[in-house]
DNA sequence: TATATTTAGTCCATAATCTGCACATAATCC
DNA sequence: GGATTATGTGCAGATTATGGACTAAATATA
C-alpha cells in the first residue's frame, strides 16, 4: 500500500542478486547452470552475479559436482559462513543472551549471562549488554567474521523501534535502539515472541506455516505464515495471555478477568513448585496436585488456541518456553479441547508439537531475522561490500 | 518465502508501469513531473510511461494544472474510468449480487437478484449467477467498458479457488471457479467476509487498518493491515463466530460450545423479530426482550473482540453487516468490554465505528480486489492491451 | 582408443531500458 | 518585454540482460 520507487538498472542488479542469493539459500549448494534454471536469468547474468558474490566473499565454489549425467560437471556455488554474521541479542527478565550466526545460519558463538531486570533501570541494563556484544563482536573478528547488523528481542510489544511496555522489567516506552546504536550497527528491535517463532522456523522445525506459543512468565505468540511473521498494525499481535478464556474467571494484571495467562502462566503452573524442574520431579512423581494444575492449565490453552485457531489459521501450534518441558502433560487436554471444539470447522485441527528449539529460540531467531534481511537485499547490507568501492560492481 | 524469478528488462518496465499507475490510483491526477518526483524515475521515463498508458487508455490528461507557482504549468494526468472496468459476484443465502466498477472504483452497474440458495445444487445457482454476469458484461460493454477481470464472494472460506464449506448453502468442496470460467475471464474466488472488508477499505472509510466484523446469519471477520487482507495459512483467518465467549456455554452448530454465534449471530439477535427492521422497531418502541437481547450480544462481542484484539491487533474495528442497523444498541456494551478488558495493555481500545459501505460491500470489494490486480500489475492483465501488439510496447 | 554427444561456463555483439543533459514551451514576476 | 521558473521531449550515452558462438570437460558409443 506504501509508495513504491521505480526499478533502475542498479536496481535490477541488486534485485537479481538477491535473487540468486535467495535461491542458493534455499537450494543448497547450486551450480550456474542450475541458478540460471531456476531464476530465468541467462547463465551469462547468472555468471556475473556471481562473481560478485564470490569477489565479496558471500559465496564459495565448493568442487565440481557431479550429477551423474553425462557432460561438463558444474562447480557448485554456495552460501559461505566464513565472512558474513550477524548478531542477536536479547533481554529477558532473568537473562540476557547474544549469539552470532553465521550467513549459513551455523551458530557460531553463545553467550547467556544471569541477570535479574525485574524494575530494573534501562540504561544500566542496555549498558551491560553492550559489554557483552562488544566482547562477541571483538571475538567474532579475530575468526574472520564481519558483524553486518543484529537485532534484539525484549519481552514486550514494539512498535516503531520503541518497546511500548515491558510489564515483568517494568520498562515503559523506552526506546532501546537508540542506546544500543553505539554499536554502530543497524539493530532491529522486536518481540521475544516473534524473534522465538522465526527462531523456530530456522533453526527448529523448518515448517513455514505455524503459530509458535512461548510460555514464560507471560504468554506470548508468533504466529509465522509462508515464513514470515504476522505482526499486525502495530506489531502487537499475538498476545494469546491475554486471549478471554473464563469471561468471569479471576483478575489479571492486565486489568482483564480470566485471561489464559490466569490460568497457564508460569506462576500458575509453578504452583508450590520453586522451579520448572521441580514442577516435572513432582509431575514425574505424580503428584496429585501437580497434576491437576496442569491439566487446568492444558484445557485453558486448549480454549485459548481454539480462538486462536480461528483468528489466526495456523498451520501448526508450537509449544515452547516452559511448555517445552511440560509437553507430555499438556498435550492430552490441549489437543482434546482443540478437536471437540472444532468440531466441525475444520477436517482435522492443526498439529500440536513442541519447540525443537531450546531455551534460545529467540536469540537465534534476532540473529537470523538478520540473515534474512540480508539474503532479501544484499546489495544494502552495509558491511558487505567492503573495500574502496561501497557497493556490487 | 517462495522462489522469486530474476528480473529482466521487460519486467522492469512492466513494474515501473505499475509504480506510475499506482502512484496515479494513489494521489489522484497528477503531472508527468510530479510523477517523477514521486517515483524517483526521471521524467523522460515517466513520459514513454505515461505515453503507454494513454495509448491503452487506462488514462488520460485532464487538461492543465496550475500550481498557483510560476513556471510553465503541468498536464494533469489521470485513471481513466472509460475503458476498463471489472465484475464483482456474490453468492451469498439468500441473494446473488453483481456490480462493475471501473477502473477509477466508481461503480457502474448494481445488480442483485433474491434467490434462496439454502440447500441448493451448486450447479443451478452458478448458472443462474452466470447468466446475470452475461447480461451484466453486455450491458457494460455496450457502454464501451471492457470487462477485465473478475472476482466472487462466497460465504465461506476458501483455499485455492475450492470453497471448502459453506454450511448455509450447504455446499462442501465446491470447485465453483471451474463451474464459471465458461465467462472466459480470469476468476478470484475469496470469502465473503474479507471481499467486504476489501469493499470498506476502498468503498468506505478509507483506513488502512481495521476488523471488518460480517453480521450475516454466520459471523466472520477480515482483518485488513495496511490496505490488505490477512488470509492466515489456508485463508480460513477471522472465523470470530467461533470465538470462545463462554466455555460452557450453549452448543453451537460448529460443534463447539459457547461460541460468539451463539450469543450474536443473526438468529440470536432476532429473537422473536421477523427480520432486522422488525427488530429495529421493537428496539425503538423500547421493548424489553429486544433490548436485552442485544446488551447481551454486544457484551459478547465486546468478549470476542478483546480475544480478537489481543491477537491480530486491528487498527480499528467496523461493524457491517446486520450489525449496522443494530449499532445504537450494541456499541454501548461492546465498548464498555473492550475498555474494560483491554485495560493495562493498550492505552486507548482500537476505535468502534460503523460499516459506510452497504449491504453489498463483498461484491464491490471483489471488483475493487481486481482492479488492485490490474493497478498491481497492468502489463498481465489481459484485455489491457487490445489490438495487434499484445502488451505495452 | 577415437569420436560423438551432452552439459557447463565464458565471450562478445546486440537489444532493451533508463539516465542526464540540452532544448523547446509556457506560464509568472518585475 | 525580458528574466525566471517549471514542464515536457529529444537524443546521446550508460547500464544491464540476452542470445548465439565458442571453449571445456565429462560420458556414451563405435
Redesign the pocket.
Known amino acids: 500500500m506504501t509508495s513504491s520507487r521505480?526499478?533502475?538498472?542498479?536496481s535490477?542488479?541488486a534485485r537479481?542478486?538477491a535473487v540468486v542469493l535467495g535461491e542458493l539459500h534455499r537450494g543448497g549448494p547450486l551450480?550456474?547452470?542450475?541458478?540460471?534454471e531456476l531464476t530465468?536469468?541467462?547463465?551469462?547474468?547468472v555468471?556475473?552475479?556471481?562473481?560478485d558474490l564470490l569477489e565479496s566473499g558471500v559465496a564459495v565454489e565448493s568442487g565440481?559436482?557431479?550429477?551423474g549425467?553425462?557432460?561438463?560437471?558444474?562447480?557448485?556455488?554456495s552460501l559461505s559462513g566464513h565472512r558474513v554474521a550477524t548478531l542477536g541479542l536479547e533481554i529477558n527478565v532473568d537473562y540476557l543472551a547474544l549469539c552470532v550466526v553465521d550467513l549459513t545460519r551455523a551458530v557460531r558463538l553463545r553467550r547467556t549471562q544471569p541477570v535479574d531486570s525485574r524494575n530494573s533501570r534501562p540504561d544500566d541494563t542496555l549498558r551491560r549488554l553492550r559489554e557483552l556484544a562488544d566482547a562477541a563482536t571483538s571475538e567474532a573478528e579475530r575468526s574472520g567474521l564481519r558483524i553486518a547488523g543484529a537485532a534484539l528481542a525484549v519481552p514486550g510489544p514494539v512498535r516503531d523501534g520503541l518497546l511500548c511496555n515491558a510489564p515483568h522489567l517494568g520498562w515503559r516506552d523506552v526506546r532501546v535502539s537508540d542506546l544500543l546504536d553505539l554499536l554502530d550497527l543497524p539493530l532491529a528491535v522486536e518481540n521475544e515472541a516473534n524473534l522465538a517463532a522465526l527462531g523456530e522456523l530456522w533453526f527448529g522445525s523448518a515448517e513455514p506455516d505455524f503459530l509458535y506459543v512461548s510460555g514464560e512468565v507471560g504468554i506470548g505468540a508468533g504466529l509465522v505464515v509462508d515464513g514470515s511473521v504476522f505482526r499486525g498494525t502495530y506489531g502487537l499481535a499475538g498476545e494469546l495471555g491475554h486471549v478471554v478464556v473464563a469471561p468471569d474467571g479471576p483478575a489479571c494484571r492486565c486489568g482483564g478477568r480470566g485471561c489464559l495467562e490466569v490460568y497457564a502462566g508460569q506462576d500458575a503452573l509453578l504452583g508450590g513448585a520453586a522451579s520448572i524442574a521441580d514442577l516435572v520431579a513432582l509431575l514425574e512423581a505424580g503428584d496429585r496436585t501437580a497434576l491437576a494444575g496442569c491439566a487446568e492449565a492444558g484445557r485453558a490453552l486448549g480454549l485459548a488456541l481454539t480462538s486462536a485457531v480461528h483468528l489466526l489459521d495456523p498451520g501448526m501450534i508450537v509449544l515452547g518456553g516452559v511448555y517445552a518441558p511440560l509437553f507430555p502433560w499438556l498435550e492430552g487436554d490441549i489437543r482434546a479441547t482443540l478437536s471437540a471444539r472444532l468440531g466441525q470447522m475444520r477436517r482435522v485441527p492443526p498439529p500440536l508439537a513442541v519447540s525443537e528449539t531450546g531455551a534460545d529460540a529467540a536469540v537465534l531467531g534476532a540473529a537470523g531475522l538478520v540473515i534474512q534481511q540480508i539474503i532479501a537485499d544484499p546489495a544494502r547490507a552495509p558491511r558487505l561490500w567492503s573495500g574502496p568501492s561501497s557497493g556490487p560492481?
Open positions: 521505480g526499478v533502475r538498472h542498479d535490477m542488479r537479481n542478486l551450480t550456474r547452470a542450475a541458478l540460471a530465468g536469468l541467462t547463465k551469462t547474468t555468471s556475473t552475479l556471481v562473481a565440481a559436482v557431479r550429477d549425467e553425462r557432460g561438463r560437471p558444474g562447480v557448485a556455488v560492481r
